[in-house]
């Protein structure tokens, strides 16, 4: 990680980058609309046998939960893999001392280049760089790639910590 200043990590690693970008950018906003795509629709297709409803993803989209992840409390990485925009990661304060980490995601062309463990690693410097000592994260029980990854970079399976609707394991990790 190389650090440009303690809110703004910049990370370059293999061809990629890592850094902090506006919520509201374009950029931001097409990563938001692939993730929501991706999750929602393995959502469905095991549980309703359907892709989402376009209707549906535009009102999530719209709902602006992003917000939560802007300065002073948050911050949005995006991954640049050899400068194409291909995924991002989030993170927020939940208290003075604890960060929750949010919407790791990659496009599905970026995937198995290691930049997933270099989006939580920058994820976690940014949470120090708030003042978190520890790093929380909620996923879904058929996201078996998310839960892995957390596993092998160090988090351990938690009791809950929200009551988040679509959550249904909780994990934390020491940023000490």
């Not at 300065?71 to 993170?91: C, I, K, M, W």
């Not at 996201?143 to 679509?166: F, Q």
Request: aromatic fraction near 8%; avoid cysteine.
């Amino acid at each position: 990680m190389n650090t440009v200043d303690n809110m703004n990590p910049v990370s370059t690693l293999n061809g990629w980058k890592i850094a902090q970008e506006p919520v509201g950018s374009p950029v931001a906003a097409a990563l938001w609309r692939a993730y929501y795509t991706e999750v929602s629709d393995r959502w469905y297709l095991l549980h309703e046998g359907r892709r989402t409803d376009p209707v549906e993803l535009e009102r999530e989209i719209a709902a602006g939960a992003e917000a939560l992840l802007a300065p002073p409390e948050g911050r949005l990485l995006v991954a640049r893999y050899e400068g194409a925009p291909v995924g991002s990661a989030g993170v927020r304060l939940l208290d003075p001392a604890t960060a929750e980490l949010k919407r790791v995601f990659l496009l599905p062309e970026a995937r198995g280049r290691g930049g997933a463990a270099l989006l939580v690693a920058a994820a976690e410097d940014a949470a120090r760089a708030l003042g978190a000592a520890r790093m929380v994260l909620d996923t879904r029980g058929d996201l078996i790639e998310a839960r892995t990854l957390y596993a092998r970079l160090g988090y351990t399976e938690t009791a809950p910590h929200n009551d988040a609707p679509y959550a249904d394991h909780w994990f934390a990790k020491d940023l000490g």
